[in-house]
């Protein structure tokens, strides 16, 4: 059986670091302020929400406290069993093995939809937007949370690494098809100085890895997000 849903993009920080992956999840945004953004759009109490890419369902718990159904999708099948195994004992969660552009669930079946560092990188996504487009009910809406590498001390990072991203086309793609955007600024705050290099090792190519830890030395790092948002 093929581990992998058709047509996923690989992730390489979590499908082959997922222990690692676990501490970056932990770091990311201690003061919540994605999910405040969020709920500054819409709640998800009583929803049924998608959890798109929910990878070892770090974030599932969090939705299932308030909303009455929560489903996940992932393309790694050895992360679906990794999630499942995290909310078994939630009753209101349920995982699945699914692509972006292939989301395993009927047309207009959700109310809201979390899509964090899934793979939403502008053009060449419109297959799995148009999929957001069916599964989203009317009066839904839809997040993609990705990262702002235009400011903050990781975004210096992120540019610096990957230089051929366009983060102006990126947000251009995303206007024409109708999503808005809120800026926020977030944090990494890892516990030891092990922890942060793990991730930036599993975040970074070797070469640049070794300069930001040569370069960075405290346990915290300012990170700039992009929420992007559209009501349906």
């Given at each position: 059986m093929n581990r992998i849903a058709a047509g996923a993009q690989a992730s390489p920080n979590i499908w082959q670091h997922p222990h690692v992956y676990e501490v970056e999840n932990r770091a990311a945004d201690p003061d919540g302020i994605i999910a405040l953004a969020m709920r500054s759009q819409q709640t998800w109490k009583d929803a049924t929400l998608l959890d798109l890419g929910?990878?070892?369902g770090y974030h599932l718990p969090l939705f299932a406290a308030e909303a009455e159904r929560v489903i996940g999708v992932e393309p790694h099948g050895d992360l679906?069993?990794?999630?499942?195994?995290?909310?078994r004992k939630l009753r209101n969660v349920t995982v699945l093995r699914g692509s972006a552009q292939h989301i395993p669930l009927p047309a207009a079946s959700?109310?809201?939809?979390?899509?964090?560092?899934?793979?939403?990188?502008?053009?060449?996504?419109e297959p799995g937007l148009d999929e957001l487009a069916r599964v989203v009910r009317r009066g839904g809406v839809g997040f993609v949370i990705d990262n702002d590498a235009t400011r903050s001390t990781f975004g210096r990072w992120f540019t610096s690494a990957f230089p051929s991203y366009d983060a102006g086309?990126?947000?251009?793609?995303?206007?024409?098809?109708?999503?808005?955007?809120?800026?926020?600024?977030?944090?990494?705050?890892?516990d030891t100085r092990a922890e942060f290099e793990a991730v930036v090792r599993i975040e970074f190519a070797p070469e640049h890895a070794e300069r930001i830890m040569s370069e960075h030395h405290g346990l915290e790092v300012d990170y700039a997000v992009n929420i992007r948002v559209k009501h349906y």
């Open positions: 929910c990878g070892t679906v069993t990794w999630a499942r195994l995290r909310t959700v109310d809201m939809v979390h899509a964090r560092w899934a793979y939403f990188f502008g053009p060449g996504c086309a990126v947000d251009q793609f995303f206007s024409r098809h109708g999503w808005s955007v809120l800026h926020r600024d977030i944090r990494w705050k890892f």
